[in-house]
């Protein structure tokens, strides 16, 4: 599909209509981010029910590193579909579903034996990894950051922390669920500076288990390595080094929530290894399945085997046309990897250039987003709306709501991003 054609108003007629009849039939609590509807996507490109062609930089919320309609997944899906669909892996187990696991297993950061469970979202890996650190240690708390996103299920809506829209009005939570401070160095809880401040934050955590909760009753301590919904931060390097080396030294288990900064976003398998850690068990959802949903938690053999048998699983868990896609996944990315770290820095390159004054730059690799000075999200609203307007698709986040991140799928052309980039940079202008 060629890239952007704009033969209506945004939205057209026919997206209007699906929108008046979706106002009668869904759920008010869905939100839309955009007001268009889709009819086709392919590579880094959307056409919408009007006809109108965008280029897609949210990829379904960072689903879509190798691309809408990989040719590998869709070929892998295609045969899966001629085989089976659905078993159940509890009941007749099926070749695909291992064979994942073993490569999940290959493929962590460390050199720990390990195991795999898989799940349909990343709230549900988020809830298993609970489970199974509550299980090997024989703990209940869960310490998690501020600014932190895991999910919307219950426990995870515990864990996650921007109140609004998502935990305001749905209390109470699931108990022994503690929160510290993340490394948000451009607005730095603590109001210190890298590298003067050593790593304060990391380090508070001995602190933590003094006044807030003793270690004695902490399981584990969960973390994105790069926040997602909250901002696309990017710990100094050290962090979770300091992180992990605290925790273990209190018997506690490190869960590294990798569901949006993992697969590929940061250019590295996993954003574990550019701070050089094994986490104990470490959550994969969004791009592993290429577009359907599946999620992961893969962790050290003993910790994922404290649970018995019958203690995880779904009847969905592990589907096979989603292990089938997923296995496509795992080969093509290390092909796109080049092409990843290249989007990274043309993104990183045009953002600075073109970022208003005070604003902050930031990420991993090609997981980038720009952080605008005002602490509301009117301006990216303004921002998202002028873009759509031009054909491109675009995501805000953030605490505030007041960050622009960059979800391209890694298939995009030169002229695709250039094209992205400069409509970005007509908006920003005002
Ligand atoms: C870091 C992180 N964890 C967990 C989740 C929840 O994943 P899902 O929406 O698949 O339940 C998300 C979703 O955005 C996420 O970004």
Same mark, same amino acid.
């Given at each position: ?5 704009? &033969? ?41 029910? !009007?006809?109108?062609?965008?280029? !897609? ?14 040719? $590998? ?12 669909? +659905? ?6 187990? *099926? ?6 696991? $073993? ?10 034996? #390990? ?10 890996? @988020? ?10 240690? #024989? ?14 299920? %219950? %426990?995870?809506? /515990? ?7 998502? &935990? /305001?009005?749905? +209390? ?37 288990? &003094? ?25 100094? &390097? ?11 030294? +209190? ?22 290894? *550019?701070?050089?850690?094994?986490? !104990? ?22 910790? %994922?085997?404290? @649970? ?21 996944? =795992?080969? /093509? ?8 770290? $290249? @989007? ?26 720009? $952080? ?12 998202? #709306? ?7 698709? =675009? ?26 980039? !400069? ?8």
């Amino acid at each position: 599909m060629s890239t952007i054609q704009l &033969k209506t108003a945004i939205p057209g007629p026919k997206s209007k209509a699906l929108s008046a009849r979706r106002a009668q039939s869904v759920a008010r609590g869905l939100s839309h981010a955009t007001p268009v509807y889709v009819a086709r996507a392919e590579g880094a490109v959307l056409e919408d029910v !009007d006809g109108n062609r965008y280029i !897609d930089l949210a990829g379904g919320i960072g689903c879509l590193n190798v691309g809408h309609r990989s040719p $590998e997944v869709v070929t892998a899906i295609h045969n899966q579909l001629d085989n089976f669909l +659905h078993t159940c892996v509890q009941v007749t187990a *099926y070749e695909n579903y291992v064979e994942l696991a $073993e490569r999940l297993n290959r493929l962590a950061p460390g050199t720990s034996p #390990k195991k795999t469970i898989l799940l349909n979202t990343g709230a549900e890996a @988020v809830e298993n990894a609970v489970k199974i650190a509550r299980a090997y240690t #024989k703990k209940p708390g869960i310490i998690a950051f501020e600014d932190a996103f895991h999910g919307r299920t %219950m %426990m995870t809506l /515990a864990l996650t922390s921007k109140t609004h829209p998502y &935990k /305001a009005g749905f +209390h109470p939570f699931p108990s022994e669920v503690y929160r510290i401070p993340y490394a948000y160095c451009y607005r730095c809880s603590y109001n210190l500076k890298y590298p003067s401040c050593d790593l304060f934050c990391a380090r508070h955590l001995e602190d933590t288990f &003094k006044r807030v909760v003793a270690q004695e009753g902490v399981a584990a301590v969960i973390a994105e390595p790069v926040l997602g919904e909250g901002g696309f931060v990017a710990p100094p &390097k050290d962090f979770f080094k300091v992180l992990l080396e605290l925790c273990h030294k +209190h018997n506690v288990l490190f869960v590294a929530d990798e569901v949006q900064s993992g697969f590929g976003r940061t250019g590295a398998l996993f954003a574990c290894e *550019y701070y050089g850690i094994e986490p !104990d068990l470490l959550i994969t959802a969004k791009s592993i399945g290429g577009g359907l949903p599946l999620a992961a938690v893969t962790g050290r053999a003993e910790v %994922m085997d404290a @649970v018995p048998a019958g203690g995880l699983g779904g009847t969905f868990t592990g589907n096979p046309v989603s292990c089938a896609a997923a296995i496509a996944v =795992l080969e /093509a990315l290390p092909g796109l990897r080049p092409r990843a770290e $290249e @989007v990274g820095r043309r993104v990183r390159e045009r953002l600075t250039e073109m970022a208003p004054e005070s604003s902050n730059v930031r990420g991993l690799g090609p997981m980038i987003a720009v $952080e605008l000075p005002e602490q509301n999200g009117e301006e990216t609203a303004r921002i998202t #709306k002028a873009a759509r307007e031009r054909g491109l698709i =675009l995501l805000s986040c953030g605490i505030y709501g007041n960050v622009i991140r960059i979800l391209v799928p890694f298939t995009v052309t030169d002229a695709e991003l250039d094209r992205g980039l !400069d409509i970005l940079q007509e908006c920003l202008g005002g």
